[in-house]
């Protein structure tokens, strides 16, 4: 399709266990944003990329959290050891380029640790 | 800081009712200034947007105006549906930055 996917849609582990949420930017788009919503609140910003290049981590809360786009397309935010507080729905949006360009996000995944 | 504040819901509504939906922001600079709707079971969709002061954005029936004056956004629209019923999001970036900053949503309900 044409929109931004992200997988899987839902995603249950056992705390301590290391996930992996993958997203599919929409093609030609450089900036790509992952957010983290907690149930009832606004999404909070983790990271950004542009192309390949990490401009900004300043919102992953811990070094758990590690996020990577190795080739300007796909991303994949990884978190190690997960914790219960982890739980919550991941965003991925992309934009032409950055600025304050509209990002287009994609459907989420829900993430739960038992 | 860079933040966004909403007015918390749920606001519930009858069909063809006027709504507003509030939002104030504070910023360092010269922001832009977005809404996004969040339907039942979908991802956040862009609504409409406004660039600078006295700026309208527009779409579907909905209206929002840039008032740097009062450093609002405010979400209007003159006569709702039932299929209006989703979370709005107002946010906001500055054009030096790339993150958005969101508010924490307010559903709305709009009843037949």
């Known amino acids: 399709g044409a929109g931004v996917s992200q997988s899987p849609r839902y995603k249950v582990a056992k705390r301590g266990q290391d996930v992996a949420l993958r997203c599919d930017p929409i093609?030609?788009?450089?900036?790509l944003f992952w957010y983290q919503q907690a149930l009832g609140q606004g999404p909070e910003f983790l990271t950004y990329f542009q192309n390949e290049a990490q401009l900004d981590k300043s919102g992953l809360p811990s070094d758990r959290f590690f996020a990577e786009r190795p080739e300007g397309s796909v991303s994949t935010l990884k978190i190690q050891r997960t914790q219960q507080e982890d739980s919550a729905v991941y965003l991925c949006?992309?934009?032409?380029?950055?600025?304050?360009?509209?990002?287009?996000f994609g459907d989420g995944t829900r993430l739960s640790i038992l | 800081g860079n933040s966004v504040t909403q007015m918390e819901g749920p606001v519930t509504l009858s069909e063809e009712a006027f709504l507003t939906i509030n939002c104030t922001y504070t910023?360092?600079?010269?922001?832009?200034l977005f809404w996004y709707v969040q339907y039942p079971g979908e991802g956040l969709q862009l609504l409409l947007k406004?660039?600078?002061?006295?700026d309208k954005g527009s779409n579907k029936g909905f209206e929002a105006t840039y008032r740097k004056e009062t450093t609002s956004f405010h979400l209007e629209k003159g006569s709702v549906q039932v299929s209006d019923s989703a979370v709005y999001f107002c946010a906001l970036t500055e054009s030096n930055f790339n993150k958005f900053y969101f508010g924490s949503g307010t559903k709305l309900n709009v009843k037949p």
């Open positions: 406004a660039t600078k002061a006295d």
């Open positions: 093609s030609g788009h450089v900036s």
């Open positions: 910023a360092t600079g010269y922001p832009s």
């Open positions: 949006a992309s934009s032409l380029q950055g600025g304050n360009q509209p990002q287009h």
